[in-house]
Structures are given as structure tokens and as C-alpha cells.
């Protein structure tokens, strides 16, 4: 690869990935991986899955791109899947190309509909509550959302309009409400904060303080969705009775093709019936390339697929045997396993390992894990994250873990 030529905002592993099949990717030297990483919890079903490729193939031979000046009649096929079979609730879709996104768009939904229910003075109310170690995207929006200082420095000055308290503490959070807050965003697992998992007494909390002050209830679903959690969407493994106003989605929606969306609900918002999902009419909102028939296509096949083959179901169960075999092992390394179905986070034990200067305890252990021919990610400063594909073999899944307690026993 010629890098002299990109823009080095990553922190690349040296080497090139040229092949995927399944569970595995191989590299330009040919090595093999056991892939734990499956494109950060986005590959839902491995990478070439025939059905992505036939369904991406296919409409490429018909039509592509024509932009949203027209109908594209696989959008209303797709957003029906969504809000019928995935969501569960009454509501509407856009669609877009990501996550960070999809953020931006339910911001902008929040804040319009703080226009429209002003604070009692008569001005607008602006102001999303996030959480500290949340991670909401790096366009200016999302990360003015995300909790985390490292990834806003020099960046200022940030999009106003976000305040950050403690996750899972209800206390803090009533205390930060104030006369200009519209809605509470947060993620139903922090992924990229440390895996870590809402507090269903807390989640139950945002939502009766949201009810209480009128705002609205607003979820990041991007990686805890679509079947990974063990659950069609992540907040159904921990409060299956909530109804929130605004989710955000992306990452295993395409199974690896660029693709993102967020779901309105179509919940009335004042006595005259007026649908959450209507304050958005023409001109609001746009993207280019959001649900484009290719994509659209493409995400129809993978969205139909992990219905009809209840990948949720067996996420929870293959997340239950990884979190109970990395347990078994009794490691001095690891102090436990957090997350649900199949995004979990091996949290290790500060101090219980020698770090090399300049590294952090998880970045460490991802690179002796690539050196063994495992592929996963850090989340956070001393987390392991491991996102396989929801469809990954049993025999993979045992292989891959073999490969971690080796290198985990070796520390």
C-alpha cells in the first residue's frame, strides 16, 4: 500500500488484509486470522457471505445510485423490515452511510423538536444529555456528543449543546436536567468506552425522567444493534418494555457494505396527535447516498437474513459460552467479562502484566493476539473487545478462544 499518499489518522496493524471467507481474513503474506474484530462488530455475517454478495451483485447490474430526487422502491421494503422486525415499535427510517450519521441526524430531530416544545420562557430547548466513555462519531455533531476528551482535543471550539455525567448514576443525571434540555442520548452498552453495559434500574430511570420532563429518549444502537446483544436491539436484552423516541443504527445493517439509518417514532407529542416522526418533512434532512438501491439492496439481504435465521438467539447463547470459557480459565490477568450476546469485553486487571512504554494494557494484548493469529480490538485503555460475526462457526469460535487463552496464560 502506498501511505505515503493517506492521511495517517489511523493506527494501522502492519499488514495488508486482502481476503475474506467466513470467520477468517488473510493477509497479503497469506497468513490466516481467526477474525474476533468481524470490521468493529459490522461483518454481522462474516465476510462473503453468498446472499450480501448475490444481493450486492444483482443490483449492481441493475441500477446503483439515482439519489433520493426519487423513489426507490427497496427504501420502503427495507424500512418496513426495520421498524416491523428489528425495532418493534411504530416509526419511520432514514437512511445514510454511518453511525456518526446517523447521531447528527437524531441530534437534529431532538433539537427540532425543542423548538417546537420550548422551555417555558419561550426559547428553545437544545441541550442532549451523553455520558462519560460514550463514543458517538467523529463528525463535529457526534463528537460533540461523545463523553471522551481524547478524541475532541483541538477540535474546538465543539458544537454547544451537550452536557456529560456519569453513566449508570440517575442522581447525577436528574441534577444535569435543566430548562434548555430537549433528550438523553446513550449507548446500551458502551462499546468503545470499555464494554460497558446499562444499568436496567438506570435505563429504567432515563426513561420515567424523560417522560417526567418531556424530553426525549434517545438510542445509539450503531453497535449493540442488530442482533448482536442477543436481542434485535440492544436495550430489548435489558429493558424489553422500553419505548424510546429516537435510535440510531448503522455497522451490522450492511454486513459490511456502507450503511446506516435512524428510526422516529411515530408517538404523538402534544394533545392534538401530532407524530414525532412528522416534525422532519422535505428539506430537513438529506444525504446524497443514504439508502441508495444498492444499499438498500444489500442491507435487505442481511437484515432478512438475521431474521429468518433468529441470529439473536444465537448470539445470546455463543456469548454466554465465550463469557463462561474465558471465565473458566481462572487468568491472574483477567478480572472479568463484560457485555451481552456477542459484543463482550475481557477487562484486564491493571497491574497484573508488564506494558511496554507508550502502550496501553488492552492495545498490548491486541497486538500479541494478532501476533498469535487473533484478530480483536481494544475498548478503552484496558479492555479486550470481542465482536465476532453472529453467524461465526463453533469450531471457529473455539479456535479463536484458544488462540486468546494462550496468549492471556503466556502474560
Not at 82 to 100: E, L, M, R, W
Request: net charge negative; charged share 20%; with cysteine.
Amino acid at each position: 500500500m502506498k501511505n505515503q499518499y493517506v492521511l495517517p489518522t489511523y493506527g494501522r496493524a502492519p499488514m495488508d488484509m486482502v481476503r475474506g471467507e467466513g470467520s477468517y481474513l488473510y493477509d497479503a503474506a497469506g497468513r490466516r486470522y481467526v477474525d474476533f474484530c468481524a470490521g468493529i462488530a459490522t461483518c454481522c455475517l462474516g465476510h462473503s457471505h453468498p446472499l450480501v454478495v448475490e444481493a450486492l451483485c444483482a443490483q449492481a447490474h441493475k441500477l446503483m445510485h439515482c439519489s433520493n430526487l426519487y423513489g426507490i422502491p427497496g427504501q420502503g421494503e427495507l424500512a418496513e423490515r426495520i421498524v416491523t422486525d428489528i425495532i418493534g415499535i411504530p416509526g419511520k427510517i432514514f437512511f445514510c452511510n454511518s453511525g456518526a450519521e446517523a447521531n447528527d441526524g437524531i441530534i437534529k430531530v431532538a433539537r427540532r423538536f425543542g423548538h417546537r416544545h420550548p422551555a417555558a420562557d419561550g426559547s428553545p430547548r437544545y441541550e442532549v444529555i451523553t455520558f462519560l466513555k460514550s463514543f458517538h462519531g467523529r463528525t463535529l455533531g457526534s463528537m460533540a456528543a461523545t463523553g471522551q476528551r481524547k478524541i475532541q482535543v483541538e477540535f474546538d471550539p465543539l458544537l454547544v449543546g451537550f452536557r456529560y455525567v456519569d453513566f449508570n448514576d440517575a442522581e447525577a443525571l436528574r441534577a444535569a436536567v435543566s430548562d434548555v434540555t430537549c433528550g438523553i442520548l446513550l449507548e446500551a452498552i458502551q462499546g468503545e468506552g470499555g464494554v460497558n453495559p446499562v444499568q436496567p434500574e438506570f435505563l429504567r430511570a432515563v426513561a420515567e425522567l424523560c417522560k417526567e420532563r418531556d424530553l426525549l429518549l434517545m438510542l445509539d444502537e450503531v453497535q449493540c444493534g442488530f442482533c448482536r446483544c442477543g436481542t434485535t436491539m440492544g436495550w430489548k436484552a435489558i429493558c424489553p418494555e422500553l419505548q424510546p423516541d429516537l435510535v440510531s443504527c448503522a455497522k451490522g445493517i450492511g454486513g459490511g457494505f456502507p450503511m446506516g439509518c435512524f428510526w422516529v417514532s411515530d408517538r404523538a407529542i402534544d394533545a392534538t396527535g401530532t407524530e414525532l416522526s412528522s416534525i422532519m418533512g422535505p428539506g430537513s434532512h438529506g444525504s446524497t447516498f443514504g439508502g441508495t438501491p444498492l444499499a438498500t439492496a444489500t442491507s435487505l439481504a442481511v437484515v432478512t437474513e438475521l431474521v429468518r435465521g433468529n441470529y439473536a438467539a444465537r448470539a445470546a447463547r455463543l456469548g454466554e459460552q465465550l463469557k463462561a470459557t474465558v471465565e473458566a480459565w481462572h487468568l491472574p490477568c483477567v478480572e472479568g467479562v463484560r457485555g451481552l450476546g456477542l459484543l463482550r469485553g475481557v477487562a484486564l486487571k491493571p497491574g497484573s502484566f508488564a506494558v511496554p512504554e507508550g502502550q496501553t494494557p488492552a492495545g498490548y494484548v491486541n497486538g500479541l493476539c494478532r501476533e498469535a493469529g487473533l484478530l480483536a480490538c481494544p475498548a478503552g485503555a484496558d479492555t479486550l473487545r470481542l465482536i465476532p460475526a453472529l453467524n461465526i462457526p463453533e469450531e471457529v469460535l473455539a479456535e479463536g478462544l484458544e488462540l486468546l487463552r494462550g496468549v492471556l496464560s503466556a502474560l
